[in-house]
């Protein structure tokens, strides 16, 4: 009886040995955030939450928890991965097209329940001296999508990088408890505060021309001059085009009203940037109407000098031409003087107009 049930137990451990077991499957690894998402953090109560997880699984913990909101940042994304965002936060697909493209003008519209604020980015390109080649100001675009529980900051370009805003915007819970709008108005100022520095820095090239162009010793060419004036026009397209966005945003009523007195700050300082853009175009096209008129005058004064020296080489010339004509009757031309005669009257003549263009500023 031993050995009969011994047997099959052998058995049994045997077949079970050979036979796979059925092992627990591994966790599956979350995918990471993609490489366009610079930072995904979710906000609540004025403090952000610790963790920096997939802008899914934020998104599903701002509409669980009541107050809280996703600030989902990206950079230059591809279409695929915007397409991704639109579908987890419910953006219109029109919305998701005209933000995966840069270039946009500045402007606000309002699409279902998200509001898009288009802002152009500037920085100054630092150069040892203006040429004909030199990048003065690097223009980019962000836009700002604000929801009810999100807001999205995409941007294009090397310009107006938003990590400082992220990072002075979570040191002040204050203004993160007025939610998504929050983060508009605080990427909003930094653009206006960009556009003041980056007119800071223009007003020092202006200034430098203009003491180029009176200076004693300045250079013939004028081409850097039109390199300042191209980059002024770019500067200009991203500054001026916002007053109308900021204006809607101040007069209707998107914003919490907590929030307005600080975007009509905003307006007032970009109104004080625009000013000075408007005010270095005006001085860029007096500084170049100078130098053209500079560059005319010192044509002319070339011009009456090589008249000046035409005139002076002609005497010499018409008294030679006139005694190498082979006649045989010329007044002095048997005198032993007529040479000594004919040097002399060329010198005098020649150092009178001398003189004389010399008196009169030609010379």
């Known amino acids: 009886m031993l050995g009969s049930e011994l047997i099959p137990r052998a058995l049994g451990r045997l077949i079970e040995g050979i036979a796979p077991r059925d092992r627990p499957a591994p966790a599956a690894r979350r995918r990471p955030n993609p490489d366009a998402i610079v930072d995904c953090g979710v906000y609540a109560s004025g403090t952000r939450r610790p963790e920096r997880p997939h802008f899914t699984e934020a998104a599903r913990q701002a509409r669980r928890q009541r107050g809280a909101f ?11 991965t915007m397409r991704t965002v639109g579908e987890i936060f419910g953006l219109h697909e029109l919305v998701v097209e005209q933000t995966i493209d840069p270039g946009h003008r500045p402007l606000v519209d309002t699409i279902g329940d998200t509001t898009r604020l288009v802002l152009r980015t500037a920085r100054y390109v630092e150069h040892d001296e203006l040429t004909a080649t030199s990048e003065v100001v690097d223009t980019g675009d962000v836009t700002v999508l604000v929801g009810p529980w999100f807001v999205i900051t995409v941007r294009h370009g090397a310009a107006g990088a938003l990590w400082p805003v992220r990072r002075d915007l979570e040191k002040r819970p204050a203004a993160l ?3 998504p709008w929050a983060v508009a108005h605080a990427v909003a100022n930094q653009m206006v505060d960009e556009y003041l520095a980056v007119a800071d820095l223009v007003e020092r090239d202006l200034e430098r021309l203009e003491e180029e162009t009176f200076a004693a010793q300045r250079s013939a060419g004028i081409a850097h001059f039109y390199q300042l004036k191209r980059e002024m026009v770019e500067f200009k397209r991203a500054v ?3 007053q109308e966005p900021l204006a809607r945003l101040v007069e209707v009523a998107e914003p919490p009203a907590a929030l307005r007195p600080y975007f009509a700050d905003v307006r007032g ?8 853009v408007a005010g270095f175009d005006d ?4 500084i170049l109407q100078a130098r053209l008129a500079q560059v005319s005058v010192d044509q002319n004064n070339d011009m009456r000098m090589i008249a000046a020296w035409a005139a002076i080489a002609a005497v ?3 008294i030679a031409g006139l005694y190498g004509m082979n006649f045989e009757h010329i007044p002095g031309l048997g ?3 007529g040479f000594s005669a004919a040097v002399v009257a060329m010198a005098v003549i020649c150092g009178g107009l001398y003189w004389r263009f010399r008196r009169s500023g030609w010379l």
């Open 70 to 80: 996703v600030w989902l940042g990206l950079h230059e994304p591809d279409r695929a």
């Open 177 to 179: 408890r007025q939610g």
């Open 240 to 242: 001026l085009p916002l």
């Open 269 to 276: 300082r970009l109104a004080r940037a625009v000013d000075r």
């Open 283 to 286: 001085l860029l096209n007096s």
């Open 316 to 318: 010499p010339t018409v």
């Open 335 to 337: 005198s032993p003087y």
